[in-house]
């Protein structure tokens, strides 16, 4: 059956949305990872994602050593544009003197200034105990702030407590997570069906 000119074609499927975690915790065993895991976990359930994590402890000296962004090395070079160029960003760090991890912020000072501009940024920390929970409101709202993103009402923090290992058993930080991605759904979706 052929379509009439001018009527509506059929409903256009979602496009999947391209995240991209950067861990910036400095071990292979990470709580960080594990917390950023369960969130992105869940962006996968809500929407079609296509998932891209970036560990700044594998970067290695080509990046830790770098002053500039002409300096890192193209592997390095091609991990920050796909930050730039990514629809949401989990953003996820162990904190370390009641900030983020050297690593962390190292990284993203490669990232252009105006490259996280109005992007969808979700803000993951992890901490020995309760008393860090300021640092997504203290320290990686204002980072993200400089750079213009559009950065999710809700953070996720979660303590060492809340862990076995890496895995997330506290059913608190499970509820919080659901509600805070929910919060958001209207926007990913809206992301998901805006054209490439």
């Known amino acids: 059956m052929s379509r009439i000119p001018g009527s509506p074609g059929p409903p256009r499927s979602p496009r999947s949305l391209r995240v991209v975690v950067v861990n910036g915790s400095p071990s292979e065993r990470s709580k960080t990872m594990g917390l950023a895991g369960l969130v992105s976990d869940r962006?996968?359930?809500?929407?079609?994602?296509?998932?891209?994590?970036?560990?700044?402890?594998?970067?290695?000296?080509?990046?830790?050593?770098?002053?500039?962004?002409?300096d890192v090395p193209s592997e390095v070079e091609h991990e920050i544009r796909l930050v730039e160029e990514a629809d949401v960003v989990v953003a996820a760090t162990p904190v370390f003197r009641a900030s983020y991890s050297g690593m962390f912020k190292h990284f993203f000072d490669f990232v252009d200034q105006y490259g996280l501009a109005n992007k969808l940024v979700i803000l993951v920390a992890t901490g020995g105990s309760d008393r860090h929970a300021l640092v997504i409101e203290h320290a990686l709202r204002p980072l993200f702030g400089f750079f213009q993103a559009a950065v999710a009402p809700v953070g996720f923090y979660a303590n060492a407590g809340d862990f076995d290992g890496t895995l997330v058993l506290n059913g608190e930080v499970y509820s919080r997570v659901e509600v805070g991605l929910n919060d958001i759904v209207p926007q990913l979706k809206a992301l998901a069906d805006t054209e490439l």
Not at 48 to 60: A, K
């Open 43 to 70: 962006l996968g359930d809500l929407l079609p994602i296509e998932l891209h994590r970036i560990d700044v402890y594998r970067l290695g000296h080509g990046f830790t050593g770098a002053t500039a962004r002409e």
